[in-house]
């Protein structure tokens, strides 16, 4: 029985000491995410725009990502999501010609927006620098304030052109200033309301001085 079970003890450990490096392989790429910029001060009623850009990939070359999940919270009392554009602001969208898009608002707090290219890893890797925006989110402030803005990666997680995962090693975050609308003034009375006034309080005034004289 001593025989019987020692090849498939040797094979157990065989396989306990390859398959880290396997998986070591298929996590060994690593990349950065951020949200820029940083920090930005808007009035109340104004939009505020950030994009969530990647780095660390290939130049133009092997890693390249063809698809991604994330998540970002923000304090719905100090601003409100509007909507999300995928994509690069002038290059557009560098998981095209084809991918799959999703944006879901699960909370007040939380979006949450992944995308899947249907690209080969050839057009990924030709169309891709080593940074590049994935996507830009419209903020409008709602109240004064400092909303702070987190980014975080969904359980989808990042993958490269062959759709192993990218490890992110770093996130930088962001947040948005709201302020009090200065243009925001009482409207005063026009020229025309202030004139019809005085011509009132004057009529009223030659009616009484009138009263006044009469025996």
């Known amino acids: ?21 396997f998986l070591t392989a298929n996590h060994a790429e690593a990349v950065t995410l951020r949200l820029r910029p940083p920090s930005q001060s808007i009035n109340v009623g ?12 290939g130049d133009f070359q092997s890693p390249s990502l063809s698809g991604f999940g994330l998540e970002v919270t923000f304090n719905p009392s100090i601003v409100s ?12 969208d560098l998981l095209a010609p084809t991918s799959f898009q999703t944006v879901t608002i699960p909370t007040t707090v939380l ?9 080969d890893a050839a057009t990924l890797n030709a169309l891709q620098s080593s940074s590049f925006i994935l ?5 409008t402030g709602t109240s004064a304030g400092i909303s702070p803005l987190t980014l975080s990666v969904s359980p989808d997680g ?9 490890t992110v090693t770093d996130i930088q975050q962001a947040n948005i200033t709201v302020n009090d609308n200065p243009n925001t003034t ?15 309080l004057f009529g ?3 009616k009484k001085k009138t009263s006044n004289l009469k025996p």
């Open 186 to 200: 009482t409207p005063e009375p026009t020229t025309n309301f202030l004139t019809f006034l005085g011509v009132f």
């Open 46 to 57: 104004n939009t505020a725009v950030v994009g969530v850009e990647i780095s660390g990939l």
């Open 135 to 139: 996507g830009s989110l419209n903020f």
């Open 158 to 166: 990042l993958l490269d052109e062959n759709l192993d995962f990218l």
């Open 111 to 119: 979006v949450s927006f992944s995308e899947i290219s249907a690209a």
């Open 81 to 92: 999501f509007q909507n999300l554009t995928f994509g690069e602001p002038v290059l557009g």
């Open 1 to 21: 029985m001593t025989l019987a079970i020692e090849k498939p003890r040797r094979l157990f450990w065989l396989m306990g000491a390859v398959l880290p490096a």
């Open 204 to 206: 009223i005034y030659q």
